[in-house]
């Protein structure tokens, strides 16, 4: 858990379903575990946001389902955990159902990936660099 949690992402998550509610406190501590210096925030109005040097990821839930969509199209997915908007143009993203496994190892790295090239400049600097 972050050190400073958002209490709008705090609101945002208290309003779920219990199963949505404990997948993303699973999902949010692994983000912050990638890298504790991604930051909380609220975009949207109500939509949690995790930025580093620009968008890492967001939560959405939905009725069936959890997505954590993924602001970079061009990181790597060796792990292929990503399931949704393959040839997106700014985002993919991991749909999670109610019993879904997580590798929480391979988010992390996921995670942990993006906030990196964010660093470095973001993907839009990076890929136009080749």
């Known amino acids: 858990m972050p050190g400073n949690p958002h209490p709008g992402v ?9 199963w949505q509610r404990q997948l993303c406190d699973r999902l949010r501590a692994l983000i912050h575990e990638a890298d504790p ?5 609220i975009k949207r109005s109500v939509q949690p946001y995790f930025v580093l040097e620009g968008n890492v990821c967001a939560l959405l839930a939905v009725k069936d389902h ?4 993924l602001y970079d199209p061009s990181v790597p997915d060796p792990d ?6 393959h040839g997106n143009a700014t985002a993919r993203a991991i749909q999670f159902r109610e019993h879904d496994p997580i590798d929480d190892a391979a988010l992390v790295r996921l995670v942990r990936a993006i906030a990196e090239r964010n660093r470095a400049g973001g993907w839009r600097r990076l890929d136009a660099r080749g």
């Not at 705090?10 to 219990?18: N, S, T």
């Open 66 to 69: 959890v997505n954590l969509f």
């Open 37 to 41: 210096e991604i930051e909380e925030t």
């Open 10 to 18: 705090d609101a945002y998550l208290e309003r779920l379903a219990p």
């Open 80 to 85: 292929g955990l990503i399931n949704q908007g």
